[in-house]
């Protein structure tokens, strides 16, 4: 602290040609000892004391007569930036209590008192004395003091628990610390006795490992007590068997993969390779050695790990054709909680005709149980079941464990959720897991004229009305007897139908049109919507009653945008659906994916089964790529940018610097390579970008920076 923060800037001042009354009237106006005498200029010419003006008036001064006489010339002055202590040391040096601060100028700005120091020292002291003892309890390590009577004088928390003791038990001697403690106690007594500092010793105390030093005090050229620093080695030492267990570990699995049959490569969270298998090797042709250390994303682009370090998510059962074999190509992230730290890839290229062999033979398998599965739902009314929920996100984990509970319920549900996320294909499986004998019946409320909502959800008996059926008609309610009535849409379900749904869910019973009999209904009501049915309550479109009446159990489900992690899987899914119907589809692109993970959907899945079949009917490879998805998609904003030079290494060129001479004369080049590739493999941009050695992504985005059609 400086002098600047402690003075008083509020004082009286006054002239050498002044009187004795004038400084007496001051004087009676502050309570500073001295009043600064200055000239014209304002610059300070000395003081006049309070102790001097009395004595004067006491030895019979007058009262008019100018206190020239009276001024102590060539005061002690303080500067502005000088230090508390700095000031201290000088006013008690002059045995005086108060000095004036002056400017460069020589002009006083400020009074400062010996009293108004030694305050300051003293916050200043004890803010350092808080500091200390913070400092001192916070210390990494156990540290304690001892005096020369073996009193423990200070310990920190740290010390405290090794030494197992209590610092309110006072006072604490050396002869109170445990029997175990005989080298500490007397290795503390050899530091006293010598005045040296002792050599670091490894002791076990209460079951700590710590490391121990002396460091003896001193107070006046003469020991007074030592200081103990006591290091903990227990969490350094399980760390270092955890360590050890690690490596072990790595190498198992270093073993296990070299052993895999497949290509493996394994790379951290920035996409550095830190183990690669002999087949790997094998299939790109290059050393370990070679590629350990490098970044994957530049040397093995199309493998996609990009895209499942940057989204988190897995992508699975990808196609390429690498060194001319085909292969399928399998990305998986590996996540330390929440946090993505690295990726295993793993590609299959050895015995695939088998495979494929063996592939064809369940997917004909799968179609024949997929056909009686069919057979029997249409028997029930349902399509679906809980298994065809494609997904593992934690979002939809939790829906299908609410939508298990509730098939359990003959409560009436009630499924949320924007359109095309899935509310019909849920009450589809909780209806099948609910086990009920009777049948599903869905009525879509939105597609129902108003003056039919009647006779469709009840029924009708012959001659009810003009063209009523011979026999009558059986009513939605009646065919879901002992079963599970689906209301879609229920949203938009005209306010004098819900009149009449709401009298028929509390008493269970109607009345066909035209007859008298009632009937007892046992139906569980499933009601989906995408609409906020708090709102249209709020409005008067939905009448209040019969929304507390359907909203028992609700379900709320995610859109795809909240469990993109879950697209690669109903991708594959839509894959095996779109071979069912006809297609020979093998897979989609790590590029088409990584597009796909990264739009909204706002017509979720269902939007996304649209994209899919588009895309198949696109295809003439078997294989989903960028071009064959829609421009909607497209115009979303890239995760990467389009690659370097086809020929020239990206880590070869970062630490070129090309004038644009040369620039130029690299890019065209590069357009010359890519027109003679176009031309030998006759338009075909697939083969193209084989000869060139780059993906197809890279490939279209260089015809399209350079104008080739």
Sequence with gaps: MFVRELMTTSFFTLTPHQSIQDALQIFSRTTAGIIPVIDEEGTIVGILTKNRLIRAIANGSSFDEPIVSLIVCKPVCLKPDYTVDEAKHILLKHVISQAPVINPEGQPIGIVSTADCLHTYHIVSTMLDNQLKKLFDNLPFGLFSVDRQMNLTAVNPIAQQILNVDPDHQPLTISDLPMETLDLKQMIKDAISSGQQTPKQKMSINHHSVLVECLPLYERERISGVMVMMEELTHIERLTEELQWTKEWEEKLRTVVELAYDGIVLVNQKGVITMANKGFCELFQVQAEQIIGQSVMEDFPDLGIRQVLQLGVPIQGTGKIISGKRCVITTLPIHDGKRVVGAVCKIMYRGLRQLHEALEKISRLEKQISYYQQELNDIKGTRYTFADIVGNSAKIRQV??????????????????????????????????????????????????????????????????????RGGKKGKFHLAQNGTLFLDEIGDMPLSMQVKLLRVLQEKEFEPLGSSRTIRVNVRIIAATNQDLERLVQEGKFREDLYYRINVFRIELPPL????????????????????????????????????????????????????????????????DIEHLPTTILRQEPLDSPSPSVYAHPSNTNHIKMNNSYRDELKNKEKELILKALKQAQGNKTKASHLLGISRTWLYAKMKEYGIR
């Design 561 to 624: 945008r909240e469990r993109k992690e879950d697209i690669p899987e109903i991708v594959q899914t839509l894959i095996g659906k779109l071979n069912q119907s006809g297609f020979d589809l093998k897979g989609i692109t790590p590029d088409a994916l990584s597009l796909l993970l990264n739009y909204t959907w706002p017509g979720n899945i269902r939007e996304l089964a649209n994209v899919m079949e588009r895309a198949a009917n696109l295809t003439t490879n078997g294989y989903i």
């Design 400 to 469: 299908k464990k609410e939508a298990m509970f509730a098939s359990r319920s003959p409560s009436t549900i009630l499924i949320c959720g924007e359109s095309g996320t899935g509310k019909e294909l849920f009450a589809h499986s909780i209806h099948v897991a609910s086990g009920v004998p009777g049948a599903f019946v869905k009525v879509n409320c939105a597609a129902i004229p108003e003056e039919l909502f009647e006779s469709e959800f009840f029924g009708y008996e012959e001659g009810a009305f003009t063209g009523a059926k």
